[in-house]
């Protein structure tokens, strides 16, 4: 059973189960099905970006009202397409948090809801977890402890992971997050929204040898990670450059890109041999980022786990596959409808 090898749980004591899995934690509605014994079965993802664009960034209000709006039509399509109805589904997994209320209560009370109409367990998923859990699916799963580099629009972090639900924070931002800075970047540059990809697609006509951007906090010990300062240089290079071309626009967010890939590359190296781990697992949106992806595989002794990048960015299939590890232990929610906007991952339960 694919759920149970991966999972180090005992297959044999293992019945397959069908979970549905729910993302409404920001400004994508993700739904997906986990079947225990063939694997991701089908999803469907509805993001809201054309919504937020004219904003510049995600607005929580409009995040929830359309998760409401496309949360129903999108399980409808995805059952339909794998050939299934309600009754087949034997668990609900759903993002419980870290993230915007309104947006997680969407998808909390829809699929508690929706699982206790069926009489099948329910289970809220840590959005974290299912992002550093995302590389797992498909593929062989790396040698316990491993470092984790969890690097999205609310979160850069470290982590330790001894077991799977067994977390140790090495270092975080103490500010931006790592997709938070590449967003705010964008905006300065003018380039749109979500500022990663448009980063990225830029950086590609930049000049690298033109701009050196600093690699915040690389010259002292330590694994915490500051964006900040690396906003604020990015904003003195485009005042002092105004008005921009299109080659200085593609030159400061190749700079930028590579001293942010420079930094994570730096202080995962320093992850690693201050735990002796061997294995590195990437995830998050950022972790969609090629030359990350490319640098971090080429420049460090370790085996460097990520996921395709659709499976980096939010999706149910990281949810439903998080749950399914988690309900397969015997873990279940009770009938409360529970969200939180700030939940520490190192607060879980191991499996
Ligand atoms: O994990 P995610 O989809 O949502 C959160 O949980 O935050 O991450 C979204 C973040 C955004 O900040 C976006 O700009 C960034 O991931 N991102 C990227 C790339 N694709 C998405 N950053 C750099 N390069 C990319 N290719
Ligand atoms: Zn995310």
């Known amino acids: 059973m694919i759920l149970a090898l991966r999972s180090g749980c005992k297959a044999s004591k293992m019945r397959a189960m069908i979970v549905l899995g729910i993302e409404t934690s920001c400004d994508e509605t993700g739904l997906a099905l986990y079947d225990s014994a063939r694997g991701l079965i089908g999803q469907v993802l509805h993001s809201q970006i054309d919504l937020h664009t004219e904003f510049g960034g995600v607005v929580p209000e409009l995040a929830s009202r359309d998760h409401i709006r496309k949360i129903v039509p999108l399980a409808r399509e995805l059952l339909q397409s794998a050939a299934l109805g309600p009754e087949d589904l034997n668990a609900v997994a759903y993002t419980a948090g870290p993230g915007l209320l309104g947006a997680l209560l969407v998808g909390a009370t829809f699929g508690r809801t929706l699982a206790w109409s069926l009489g099948v367990p329910a289970i809220g998923v840590h959005h974290m977890e299912a992002h550093l859990l995302a590389p797992l699916l498909g593929a062989d799963a790396p040698e316990l402890p491993f470092v984790a580099l969890l ?185 409360q409808i529970f969200t939180r906007a700030r939940w520490p991952m190192t607060d879980l339960a191991p499996l």
């Open 151 to 335: 690097v999205s629009g609310g979160h850069t972090q470290l982590m330790l992971v001894r077991a799977i639900g067994d977390y140790d924070m090495l270092g975080e931002s103490r500010d931006d997050a790592a997709g938070e800075a590449f967003d705010k970047a964008a905006k300065m540059l003018e380039l749109g929204y979500p500022g990663g990809p448009q980063i990225a697609a830029a950086a590609q006509q930049g000049n690298p040898g033109r701009f050196r951007f600093p690699r915040p906090m690389t010259d002292r010990p330590g694994l915490e990670f500051s964006f900040s300062g690396l906003k604020t240089f990015t904003l003195n290079t485009i005042q002092s450059h105004s008005p921009l071309t299109e080659q200085d626009r593609a030159d400061i967010a190749c700079a930028f890109e590579e001293a942010v890939v420079d930094t994570l590359t730096i202080k995962c190296r320093r992850a690693l041999e201050q735990t002796g781990a061997t294995a590195l697992v990437m995830a998050g949106g950022v972790a969609a980022n090629r030359k990350l992806r490319a640098r971090l595989s080429r420049d460090l002794r370790a085996r460097v786990h990520y996921a395709e990048p659709a499976l980096c960015t939010d999706n149910g299939a990281m949810i439903a596959y998080a749950g399914a590890l988690r309900l397969a232990t015997g873990q279940r929610e009770g009938l």
